[in-house]
């Protein structure tokens, strides 16, 4: 068996698409209900001040007269980080989950490693492109029998925070903590983030998963599941 990457971190910070969770899940399960479904949430929710805001907002972003449901129907195919998207997705992620129609997914081996590490008292956190909101939905409808994981967590961080390839983004994520950067390790398929946390001070894994099609990056420590890491100062983490 190959050795472990051994690494000695206060704090974990963890992507979720690609990494700890499904891109084609996510893809084709959550964006799939998001494009299928926005249209007749807004329509059935005009007279809603909230939607109206994010309407409003929509063409004041675009510039434009266009119906600002096409508008945002737009910036979905771009996958495009507008704040009023992020926040209709959001609300209509909310309805598919608690109509119980949407469920969250987790690679078996992320989820074993995230329980060893938090029953070892080993602080997770995350920071994904979807909304906090989203993110806490998303880990508290898992299919049964995993059901709600959001214990797991100390907390999450979303665009709001600064974009995930944007180094200042990793520096302000350690001063929320109170962590050191040298000790927030940061798992994330996309090497784009990495390069920018590295460049913050974080040591980072790049996580390569053959059923995602991530390629290596020689400049990163690769790890194609998470049992080939081992915290070190966390015994029973490991």
Do not use: C
């Not at 029953?119 to 995350?126: N, R, S, T």
């Amino acid at each position: 068996m190959a050795a472990k990457l051994t690494f000695a971190p206060d704090v974990v910070l963890l992507d979720i698409e690609g990494t700890i969770a499904s891109q084609p899940y996510v893809t084709a399960v959550l964006y799939s209900y998001l494009r299928d479904n926005l249209p007749g949430y807004v329509a059935a929710r005009r007279d809603d001040p909230v939607v109206q805001e994010i309407l409003s907002d929509t063409q004041a972003l675009a510039g434009d007269d266009r119906d600002p449901v096409e508008t945002l129907l737009g910036w979905l195919a771009e996958d495009r980080k507008a704040p009023p998207l992020k926040k209709i997705q959001g609300m209509v992620w909310v309805d598919g989950f608690e109509t119980g129609r949407l469920k969250g997914h987790m690679y078996d081996d992320a989820l074993a490693a995230l329980k060893r590490w938090h029953a070892a008292g080993v602080p997770l956190w995350i920071f994904s492109s979807g909304s906090v909101l989203s993110q806490t939905l998303f880990f508290a409808n898992q299919p049964e029998p995993t059901g709600d994981i959001r214990f797991l967590f100390s907390g999450h961080f979303d665009t709001d925070i600064g974009a995930k390839v944007e180094t200042p983004s990793y520096g302000r994520i350690a001063a929320a903590i109170g962590v050191d950067p040298a000790k927030l390790l940061f798992f994330s398929d996309n090497p784009r983030e990495l390069v920018a946390a590295t460049a913050a001070g974080l040591p980072v894994v790049h996580v390569v998963r053959a059923e995602e099609g991530t390629a290596s990056d020689p400049r990163f420590p690769e790890i194609a599941s998470f049992a080939e890491v081992e915290l070190s100062n966390w015994p029973k983490a490991a």
